[in-house]
């Protein structure tokens, strides 16, 4: 089945630029102007990918991203923003976007972001199809990560976890005790390494202690490695 892209921007320019250069990856590509009718959009069909832009009519891109994260914790969404506004990135990956883009952009990276999501959802849905076994989940003391069903439990309490949480939180407990620095975290979750996007892994680190910790001010599981960069602890989850 072919991959579908919403993209949500009213700048008709920069929407068609995306989606001629898009439909180069042999996805199929929908495009919303409007933020109210981009958000019945997202919320009644399925997308692999929401491109959505921070400024829109009728309603922003931050409370779009929102309400679809609240009724969609898995669906990949990449928020564009501009170049000198670092509250709306912030905000963006507060809210739950898994990446986000500054404009302007080049299409070379526009291309390479969401090869890198699709190849995201694609793991997905392979390991949802796949007929591994339920032993093959991650177990680390209290902390059960199933792969398949793309699952968390914590002290068999459930978490809700976008999809880029998920990797993130399996990348690092797969490799219990080992140290990450933000560029291999990039490069390893998200599939890329630019330069500047280093705020993407410490706002997934934040919203993932503040799923998975007692205490995110005080963090015993995702911990931080001073002037280096994170780890999983698994003392953090000994039963």
């Known amino acids: 089945m072919t991959d579908k892209i919403l993209i949500v921007e009213?700048?008709?320019?920069?929407?068609?630029?995306?989606?001629?250069?898009?439909?180069?990856?042999?996805?199929e590509i929908d495009h919303q102007a409007d933020g109210k009718v981009a958000l019945d959009q997202a919320l009644q069909n399925e997308y692999a990918i929401i491109i959505l832009d921070v400024m829109l009519p009728s309603m922003n891109g931050l409370d779009i991203c929102r309400k679809i994260r609240d009724e969609r914790p898995m669906q990949i969404i990449i928020m564009l923003t501009s170049k000198n506004s670092e509250t709306d990135r912030v905000l963006g990956l507060e809210l739950?976007?898994?990446?986000?883009?500054?404009?302007?952009?080049?299409?070379r990276e526009l291309q390479a972001r969401v090869r890198s999501q699709l190849r995201k959802v694609h793991v997905l849905q392979q390991a949802q199809i796949s007929s591994q076994p339920a032993d093959a989940a991650l177990n680390i003391g209290i902390l059960n990560i199933d792969q398949k069903n793309h699952q968390v439990f914590l002290a068999d309490q459930e978490l809700v976890l976008t999809a880029t949480e998920f990797e993130l939180?399996?990348?690092?407990?797969?490799h219990p005790s080992q140290v990450f620095s933000r560029s291999q975290l990039l490069e390893s979750?998200?599939?890329?390494?630019?330069?500047?996007?280093?705020?993407?892994?410490?706002?997934?680190i934040n919203r993932l202690r503040a799923k998975v910790?007692?205490?995110?001010?005080?963090?015993k599981i995702?911990?931080?490695v001073w002037g280096v960069g994170y780890k999983f602890?698994?003392?953090?989850?000994a039963t």
């Open 189 to 204: 979750v998200w599939g890329y390494h630019h330069s500047g996007y280093e705020h993407t892994v410490n706002s997934h």
């Open 233 to 237: 602890n698994p003392q953090g989850v």
């Open 169 to 174: 939180l399996h990348h690092l407990a797969s």
């Open 96 to 107: 739950g976007a898994d990446d986000y883009m500054t404009k302007p952009f080049s299409v």
């Open 213 to 219: 910790e007692k205490d995110a001010t005080s963090p």
């Open 10 to 27: 009213d700048d008709f320019d920069i929407a068609n630029l995306m989606r001629v250069n898009l439909l180069e990856l042999g996805v």
């Open 222 to 224: 995702i911990q931080t």
